[in-house]
């Protein structure tokens, strides 16, 4: 019988398939290693193959795809729904095969090995800005200990970058110099490298005409326009630009039944990486906006009767919509008044 969907569970060496006929009757249920997964669909007739949104998907998408079968890539907690019982490779390969056949399933678009490639300098830069931060507190920290201590910001840094450079000062002890010089030395390997990747960032930037448009929304700059880019593969998979903040988590949650309708707080669900970029940004318009309220009418009214950080998502879900229509409709940002003109 030719196999015509198949549900394949991924993990690091261990692949479980679960295959049906035309007339959903199972046809294959087996285990496969990693080196054995392409010759086993290099023997198959092109079929719909389900797999979950997760590590390594994107990859194997591409593999099977350049086989000829048409692959599926659904969110975890979607094909959860249909694990019957107690949750085992099997369970997950049968519960994938039926999840990726129902109509009002949701799917994730199959990112390019270049998208993935853009998307591991952002993930290395902000890597890399965490550990930076370890190392500034560390620092800290140990000074404060012996009794010196600075302003915050980075010329108290500086202040304490010096103190360590200076052998002659007498208030570090040899063996505190010693591990501390090793920390200074850290700080500057993580700020070369940042600056590295960052240079890497503004090259893709400017070779990508999709990134140069949405850098100029307010907000948005080249990290945010190119993590955007690079993140959303088919724009017009979102019905609307509601659709496109919600994915990213930036609406609130709902909690409604009976008709009456409850919001809370915003989601969460989504990428945290384009929230928070784009959050930040809005946090960076906001503070132009207390310098220049004229320019800002909107926002000046609305930080007049809400919070300040509720301002801040509101802001960054409308710079959302704002991206997803230069994704899916072409164009640049026009200012609301030149919009009106």
Same mark, same amino acid.
């Given at each position: 019988?030719?196999?015509?969907?198949?549900?394949?569970?991924?993990?690091?060496?261990?692949?479980?398939?679960?295959?049906?006929?035309?007339?959903?009757?199972?046809?294959?249920?087996?285990?496969?290693?990693?080196?054995?997964?392409?010759?086993?669909?290099?023997?198959?007739?092109?079929?719909?193959?389900?797999?979950?949104?997760?590590?390594? $998907?994107?990859?194997?998408?591409?593999?099977?795809?350049?086989?000829?079968?048409?692959?599926?890539?659904?969110?975890? @907690?979607?094909?959860?729904?249909?694990?019957?019982?107690?949750?085992?490779? /099997?369970?997950?390969?049968?519960?994938?095969?039926?999840?990726?056949?129902?109509?009002?399933?949701?799917?994730?678009?199959? @990112?390019?090995?270049?998208?993935?490639?853009?998307?591991?300098?952002?993930?290395?830069?902000?890597?890399?800005?965490?550990?930076?931060?370890?190392?500034?507190?560390?620092?800290?920290?140990?000074?404060?200990?012996?009794?010196?201590?600075?302003?915050?910001?980075?010329?108290?840094?500086?202040?304490?970058?010096?103190?360590?450079?200076?052998?002659?000062?007498?208030?570090?002890?040899?063996?505190?110099? /010693? $591990?501390?010089?090793?920390?200074?030395?850290?700080?500057?390997?993580?700020?070369?490298?940042?600056?590295?990747?960052?240079?890497?960032?503004?090259?893709?930037?400017? $070779?990508?005409?999709?990134?140069?448009?949405?850098?100029?929304?307010?907000?948005?700059?080249?990290?945010?326009?190119?993590?955007?880019?690079?993140?959303?593969?088919?724009?017009?998979?979102?019905?609307?630009?509601?659709?496109?903040?919600?994915?990213?988590?930036?609406?609130?949650?709902?909690?409604?039944?009976?008709?009456?309708? @409850?919001?809370?707080?915003?989601? @969460?669900?989504?990428?945290?990486?384009?929230?928070?970029?784009?959050?930040?940004?809005?946090?960076?318009?906001?503070?132009?906006?207390?310098?220049?309220?004229?320019?800002?009418?909107?926002?000046?009214?609305?930080?007049?009767?809400?919070?300040?950080?509720?301002?801040?998502?509101?802001?960054?879900?409308?710079?959302?919509?704002?991206?997803?229509?230069?994704?899916?409709?072409?164009?640049?940002?026009?200012?609301?008044?030149?919009?009106?003109?």
């Amino acid at each position: 019988m030719q196999i015509t969907t198949i549900g394949l569970d991924i993990a690091k060496n261990v692949f479980q398939v679960h295959g049906i006929d035309a007339a959903e009757k199972v046809v294959v249920r087996r285990q496969l290693r990693r080196k054995q997964l392409i010759a086993f669909f290099e023997g198959l007739a092109p079929c719909l193959v389900g797999m979950e949104a997760c590590a390594t $998907s994107h990859h194997w998408a591409r593999e099977l795809t350049r086989l000829g079968h048409q692959v599926r890539l659904m969110p975890a @907690k979607d094909v959860k729904a249909y694990v019957k019982r107690n949750k085992n490779d /099997a369970a997950d390969a049968e519960a994938i095969c039926e999840a990726v056949r129902r109509p009002t399933m949701r799917f994730v678009g199959v @990112k390019s090995a270049a998208q993935q490639g853009r998307l591991m300098q952002h993930r290395t830069r902000d890597l890399l800005m965490r550990q930076r931060t370890q190392t500034i507190n560390a620092l800290r920290a140990h000074m404060a200990e012996i009794g010196i201590a600075a302003p915050q910001g980075r010329e108290g840094l500086k202040e304490l970058l010096a103190i360590i450079a200076n052998d002659e000062d007498p208030r570090l002890p040899v063996d505190a110099r /010693a $591990s501390l010089i090793v920390l200074a030395a850290q700080l500057g390997a993580l700020q070369t490298m940042i600056g590295s990747i960052e240079k890497r960032i503004m090259a893709q930037h400017r $070779s990508d005409q999709e990134s140069q448009r949405l850098e100029t929304i307010p907000g948005i700059g080249v990290v945010g326009a190119t993590a955007i880019a690079a993140t959303v593969t088919d724009p017009k998979a979102f019905r609307s630009g509601r659709d496109f903040a919600a994915w990213i988590g930036l609406v609130p949650r709902q909690d409604s039944t009976g008709g009456k309708h @409850k919001l809370g707080p915003i989601s @969460k669900q989504g990428d945290r990486y384009l929230r928070r970029i784009l959050v930040v940004g809005a946090h960076a318009v906001l503070k132009r906006a207390r310098q220049q309220p004229e320019k800002y009418p909107w926002l000046t009214q609305l930080l007049a009767r809400k919070p300040y950080r509720l301002v801040a998502v509101a802001l960054a879900n409308k710079m959302a919509r704002i991206a997803w229509a230069l994704l899916a409709k072409g164009g640049t940002y026009r200012a609301p008044a030149l919009a009106a003109a």
